[in-house]
Nanobody, 132 residues
Framework: EVQLVESGGGLVQPGGSLRLSCAAS????????VAWFRQAPGKEREGVAS?????????????TYADSVKGRFTISQDNAKNTIYLQMNSLKPDDSAMYYC????????????????????WGRGTQVTVSA
């Protein structure tokens, strides 16, 4: 079974940065897709970025981003491969939301990575608030 725990959220001023962490355990060969989602009050949960875990060093780029965060956010994995990060720079008030980590089989990291209903394993979320 897969378990995910997010951390790193908080209050930051517009233009500032935060780094979120997702501690993952219980992954198997069919749970190699990890993604960050966010949801603000009254809004639909949206995909932020996805990452194909345990890839070969010479393989394709494992990261995918939503257009709204591309160039500002970076998803990555630590060397031990048990933590997924989301580095968020140039933050805007519209980035304020509860951020969730999710995991599913490798195939989900393709064209439908941003569809929240595809993921079965979810963390409980970490709050990000961007305000002056």
């Amino acid at each position: 079974e897969v378990q995910l725990v997010e951390s790193g959220g908080g209050l930051v001023q517009p233009g500032g940065s935060l780094r979120l962490s997702c501690a993952a355990s219980g992954f198997t060969s069919v749970t190699n897709c990890v993604a960050w989602f966010r949801q603000a009050p009254g809004k639909e949960r949206e995909g932020v970025a996805s990452y194909t875990t345990y890839t070969q060093p010479t393989g394709p780029d494992p990261a995918t981003y939503a257009d709204s965060v591309k160039g500002r956010f970076t998803i990555s994995q630590d060397n031990a491969k048990n933590t997924i990060y989301l580095q968020m720079n140039s933050l805007k008030p519209d980035d304020s939301a509860m951020y969730y980590c999710a995991a599913e089989s490798l195939a989900v990291c393709g064209h439908d990575w941003y569809q929240a209903r595809r993921y079965r394993a979810w963390g409980r979320g970490t709050q990000v608030t961007v305000s002056a």
